[in-house]
């Protein structure tokens, strides 16, 4: 993509509580504040990083939280602590829930 000369300014004046709030959205984007607002601008909102990247770790916390659930289960079934059919039952929901982090990209 070609490197186009930015020679026209927009201004716009703010509260200073808004302008703190924007300052603090601006960093969670990632981005540089002139690429946020050319953003803004463009494409009507912005992605915050700060989001995904919390939303990512809580996804693996709740992933290794269903791998002790299975171990459990499977030391459970080991032990004949439960029947055939509620240990099938459990296996499947645990599936159900896998697929589910599955598509979400965990």
Do not use: H
Not at 36 to 63: E, H
Not at 73 to 79: F, G, I, S, Y
Not at 80 to 98: F, G, H, M, R, S
């Amino acid at each position: 993509m070609k490197k186009q000369n930015k020679s026209k300014r927009i201004e716009v004046r703010v509260t200073d509580d808004f302008f703190k709030d924007l300052e603090l959205k601006i960093q969670d984007s990632g981005l540089k504040k002139a690429e946020y607002f050319r953003y803004i601008l463009s494409q009507g909102k912005v992605v915050v990083k700060k989001d995904y990247n919390s939303l990512a770790t809580q996804v693996r916390k709740v992933g290794i939280n269903l791998n002790e659930v299975a171990f459990v289960l499977n030391v459970a079934n080991l032990k004949n602590a439960l029947n055939i059919y509620d240990y099938q039952a459990l296996l499947v929901e645990l599936k159900l829930i896998q697929n589910q982090l599955n598509k979400i990209g965990a």
